[in-house]
């Protein structure tokens, strides 16, 4: 009976890890598709606008300068939901310069510590990254952070990765889907998230997910 429910359960585990593999690949093709498609076309759209800002009347110049001005906007936000569906850095750099990223986009000071040598499996990769971008984006929207800390470390077989702020602390991580999404990611690769919000003292979002058995 213990043999049938262990099978059950490792198939469950297997189905769930399918399910997060192929959302996964489905972000990956909506990100090369935003990149090679909407945001070249952009980009060549801008470059249009700006030769004939160089030869048009004086009293056109502003209206180009304001469609430019637009363009560039509409180009940030569409690289912006690129990055968001899967950063390439990610796929091409690995874990560790992805986070180095994020923390060079923040309105707030963010410190990086520790690190992971070489590639890790990609659903744990995926996995890790996202659950950094959501704790940060949750703690910059509602805890009023000065700062924010990414820990992340590779022991015995699992990776840790902690993100945690000096907000105003008393998340309800049942409260909002993001962090929920993230936890049953986690599951769905054999591993745990939580979340360490006492009212007042910060927020601290650990996931831990084994190396070994991701996506297997």
């Known amino acids: 009976m213990r043999a049938e429910l262990a099978e ?7 189905s ?9 690949a489905e972000r990956r093709r909506m990100e090369r598709n935003l990149h090679d498609g909407a945001q070249q076309r952009l980009v060549n759209l ?3 606008v700006a030769r004939i800002r160089g030869r048009a009347a004086s009293e056109l110049a502003g209206d180009l300068d304001e469609a430019a001005a637009e363009l560039r906007g509409i180009l940030d936000e569409v690289r912006e939901i690129a990055r968001g569906l899967h950063p ?3 796929s091409e750099a690995g874990l560790g310069a992805a986070l180095v ?3 060079d986009r923040s309105p707030v000071p963010v410190t990086v510590r520790g690190g992971v040598a070489g590639r890790l499996p990609e659903p744990v990769e995926q996995a890790a990254y996202f659950a950094a971008a959501e704790a940060a984006a949750n703690a910059l929207k ?3 952070p000065d700062r924010l800390t990414v820990s992340v470390g590779l022991t015995g077989g699992v990776l840790r990765l902690s993100v945690g702020d000096d907000g105003r602390g008393g998340a309800d991580p049942s409260a909002g889907t993001g962090l929920l999404g993230l936890a049953d990611r986690a599951a769905a690769l054999g591993g745990r998230l939580t979340v360490d919000s006492p009212a007042g003292r910060g927020t601290t979002v650990t996931v831990e997910l ?7």
Request: no cysteine; charged share 15%; glycine share 2%.
């Open 8 to 14: 059950q359960l490792a198939q469950v585990r297997a």
């Open 16 to 24: 769930r890890a399918r399910i997060v593999e192929a959302a996964d």
């Open 46 to 48: 801008a470059f249009i």
């Open 88 to 90: 390439a850095i990610l």
């Open 101 to 103: 990223s994020l923390a």
């Open 142 to 144: 509602h805890a009023a």
């Open 210 to 216: 084994p190396v070994t058995t991701a996506g297997s």
